[in-house]
């Protein structure tokens, strides 16, 4: 079963507008999401967290905002730039478990 | 620092083959993982290790061996392949593990094709 899901395999934004790449959960025990960012031959590196204490994390371009009462939570990038263009996973993480979603293929145009 | 590396980068077996996936880190990391990544699948946590001789069971461990015996290494066997293992593999590592993930650092992959 797929805890941890990501609907949009892929999205396509210009170039200076805004990328939204959405995450939803099933599990109640996740306390804690990651985003991690992945180019072609090369491993996921870790983009931003949240805590579940938290309901909105800010890292420059780059905003998590997470809704509990959902289970849902959405990466923000304002704005978009071409070296953007990546697979973007979410994962959540709790009681010693990590899940991750199948990843949605960003590509920014320039 | 060389962070997570994997060999090798691509293999191919056939089914019944045995063979071993390389993965160290020089960052003197206390957790490491194995995922495998397949289509509309996400990654799958196969076997994790919090320690020099301590290694447990992920989402997908059945044809898989892991074993630590430093705190560098951590080397995944395949006992005997089968076509359903073909999928990249990932290696990571992190400093701890307290409950609260602490940043992973992935290894580039292994492609691995079984026929």
């Known amino acids: 079963d797929q805890q941890v899901k990501q609907n949009s395999p892929s999205l396509s934004v210009q170039e200076g507008r805004i990328s939204i790449l959405n995450c939803d959960y099933t599990n109640s025990m996740f306390d804690y999401f990651l985003w991690y960012k992945k180019y072609p031959a090369e491993g996921p590196t870790f983009l931003i967290s949240i805590s579940s204490i938290k309901d909105k994390n800010e890292d420059g371009r780059f905003t998590v905002f997470l809704n509990k009462s959902a289970k849902h939570l959405s990466l923000h990038i304002v704005p978009s730039q071409p070296g953007d263009s990546a697979v973007y996973f979410c994962a959540a993480s709790g009681n010693n478990d990590m899940r991750f979603g199948a990843g949605t293929r960003l590509t920014v145009k320039p | 620092n060389a962070g997570v590396t994997q060999t090798p980068k691509f293999q191919v077996l056939k089914t019944g083959q045995s063979m071993t996936l390389q993965c160290a880190q020089d960052m003197n990391h206390e957790y490491m993982s194995w995922y495998r990544q397949d289509p509309g699948m996400g990654l799958r946590l196969i076997h994790y290790?919090?320690?020099?001789?301590?290694?447990d069971q992920g989402e997908v461990p059945n044809g898989y061996n892991v074993s630590r015996s430093t705190t560098e290494d951590f080397p995944l066997r395949l006992l005997s392949a089968a076509p359903s293992q073909t999928s990249v593999y990932f290696c990571a590592s992190s400093y701890s593990w307290t409950g609260v993930p602490d940043t992973q650092y992935f290894g580039p992959g292994t492609r691995l094709t079984v026929l």
């Open positions: 290790s919090v320690g020099a001789g301590i290694t």
